[in-house]
T-cell receptor, first 112, second 113 residues
């Protein structure tokens, strides 16, 4: 039972490069989320998708874009990476509004 | 006032000890509540949901006090493997914030031999 799968696990980029972080869930969940977590800090919501076909900004959306490709997949794109985007990125999914979220094991991204 | 506040700790306890964490939340209309644990550099994992009547899962007991707007987690007979950061998580009213969870900063627990 894979749950939430994120790729890649690790990535090093140069400033100005672009990349897409992939997330897929096999639990038939409606909602999906992207967070970042910086050392010593809590989780901060970047974007979320309450259901297939919808996306909304979270707390820290600047510098990111997302695509809810289908019910299973929710990708996060960095168009022009900056050192301030060095972080651990977690994707999560949720079946409904009052339910807990289930997390992938993260993508560790370093931008030089 | 922060939406979800936790004592960051760290809590350092010996094996076999009982330890309790508290968490307060600001929105009285919050819908659901959870405790997650997060190991160093790993993803948060759901430990347990928190219900109004209180609930227990083995050595772990969670309580919710809506009147005082706080949630607690009690760990009995602590194990070395309980060492982690414990996150208090609150689900605000769905009318204003569908599904978006609010995470506390976490309480660090270290269990030593």
């Amino acid at each position: 039972n894979a749950g939430v799968t994120q790729t890649p696990k690790f990535q090093v980029l140069k400033t100005g490069q672009s990349m897409t972080l992939q997330c897929a869930q096999d639990m038939n969940h409606n909602s999906m989320y992207w967070y970042r977590q910086d050392p010593g800090m809590g989780l901060r919501l970047i974007y979320y998708s309450a259901s297939e076909g919808t996306t909304d900004k979270g707390e820290v959306p600047n510098g990111y874009n997302v695509s809810r490709l289908n019910k299973r997949e929710f990708s996060l794109r960095l168009e022009s990476a900056a050192p301030s985007q060095t972080s651990v990125y977690f994707c999560a999914s949720q079946t409904g509004g009052n339910q807990p979220q289930h997390f992938g094991d993260g993508t560790r991204l370093s931008i030089l | 006032r922060k939406e979800v506040e936790q004592d960051p700790g760290p809590f350092n306890v010996p094996e076999g000890a009982t330890v309790a964490f508290n968490c307060t939340y600001s929105n009285s209309a919050s819908q659901s509540f959870f405790w997650y644990r997060q190991d160093c550099r790993k993803e948060p994992k759901l430990l347990m949901s928190v219900y109004s009547s209180g609930n227990e899962d083995g050595r772990f007991t969670a309580q919710l006090n809506r009147a005082s707007q706080y949630i607690s987690l009690l760990i009995r007979d602590s194990k070395l493997s309980d060492s982690a950061t414990y996150l208090c998580v609150v689900n605000p009213p769905t009318s204003t914030s569908y599904g978006k969870l609010t995470f506390g900063q976490g309480t660090i627990l270290t269990v030593h031999p």
